[in-house]
């Protein structure tokens, strides 16, 4: 039985428009972003993949682009799963920064680090900044993190994958996933067994569906990035 994945990075964002970091502050889509999601959208509409789910994060540019994609698909109806751990990376005490103002200050060299390296975690927050956010007032106060390298980002999401994905793709039900950057660079990191060196090179453009397809065994048979 084979299984149909399509994972997608939200459209641009006012922060991507910025150069900001972002990591878990809530910002909105551009118009750019909005015109992305649309056509990425009907880049998925045209494979004919009926899904039986979709997950997102907490951060309304990727439930934006949701719903975009799936007014496009016309399977708007379909069970939204939202959770923290598609979240974005949690940049630390560099969010709200402009990336090229960090070049400036800290160099090229510790910038790229800090963005590309595996295990490389930002400047920390002297103290969680989330604990009066309703989206995440349930969760174990361990989770409100100070900042995250790409490893920490993938450990969070990896039970999400296994525990709640994977069984529905096991099951023959095609999933649709929209997040975010990072998260979606862990995550393919995981799925292709990149290493952590290779991993640098890996980017994940806005609004770019990634299509995989699965066998029984949940290895990939297929891997496509849709585009017009």
Not at 76 to 97: F, I, S, V
Not at 198 to 209: K, Y
Request: one cysteine or more; hydrophobic letters at 35%; glycine letters at 6%.
């Amino acid at each position: 039985m084979m299984s149909e994945l399509v994972i997608l990075r939200h459209g641009e964002s006012t922060a991507n428009r910025d150069n900001i970091y972002t990591g878990w502050s809530d910002v909105s889509l551009t118009p750019r972003g909005r015109e992305q999601g649309h056509r990425a959208g009907k880049l998925v509409a045209q494979t004919g993949i009926a899904f039986t789910d979709v997950h997102t994060s907490l951060l309304q540019r990727a439930i934006e682009t949701t719903h975009l994609v799936l007014d496009e698909c016309n399977q708007l109806w379909l069970p939204e799963h939202k959770t923290w751990r598609l979240n974005e990376r949690h940049y630390g005490a560099l969010r709200g920064q402009n990336k090229d103002w960090t070049r400036q200050v800290y160099g090229e060299r510790q910038v790229a680090q800090w963005r590309r390296g595996f295990r490389v975690v930002p400047p920390l927050l002297a103290h969680p900044d989330h604990e009066q956010d309703r989206r995440y007032a349930k969760l174990p106060a361990t989770v409100l993190t100070r900042g995250e390298s790409l490893a920490m980002t993938l450990a969070r999401l990896q039970p999400y994958w296994t525990d709640v994905i994977v069984p529905n793709l096991l099951d023959g039900h095609n999933q649709l996933v929209v997040a975010h950057g990072s998260t979606l660079r862990a995550l393919i990191k995981y799925l292709e067994q990149i290493s952590d060196e290779a991993i640098s090179q890996v980017e994940v453009p806005n609004g770019q569906p990634i299509h995989y397809t699965f066998n029984h065994k949940m290895q990939i048979v297929n891997k496509e990035i849709l585009s017009q």
